[in-house]
Nanobody, 114 residues
Framework: VQLQASGGGLVQPGGSLRLSCVAS????????MAWYRQAPGKQRELVAS???????NYVDSVKGRFTVSRDNAKKALYLQMNSLKPGDTAVYYC?????????WGQGTLVTVSS
């Protein structure tokens, strides 16, 4: 399984970004998918997850602002991020989990700054 994340960039506070993660070599529809992030000097944290059945979960700090979704036909995972704050600045990683193991993408940098 390989994961290719994209969509990061520089955005002003209050702005929006949409991250994408495309999987290859995967029976994607069976995988649990998630977005993690790691800010400078901080531990990596789970931001949002979505099960193979479409159930979602979010860390409290992004609830109401971020939306995780998936398109099984495109083998793609998305993270719509609205009302971005400087505290959201981090490298964002997508992950793919099945009974065969866990795979991480390469990360995409999101910088929220004026």
């Amino acid at each position: 399984v390989q994961l290719q994340a994209s969509g990061g960039g520089l955005v002003q506070p209050g702005g929006s970004l949409r991250l994408s993660c495309v999987a290859s070599g995967s029976i994607f529809k069976l995988a649990g998918m998630a977005w993690y992030r790691q800010a400078p000097g901080k531990q990596r944290e789970l931001v949002a997850s979505i099960t193979s059945g479409g159930l979602t979960n979010y860390v409290d700090s992004v609830k109401g602002r971020f939306t995780v979704s998936r398109d099984n036909a495109k083998k793609a995972l998305y993270l719509q991020m609205n009302s971005l704050k400087p505290g959201d600045t981090a490298v964002y990683y997508c992950t793919h989990t099945t009974v065969n193991g866990n795979t991480w993408g390469q990360g995409t940098l999101v910088t929220v700054s004026s």
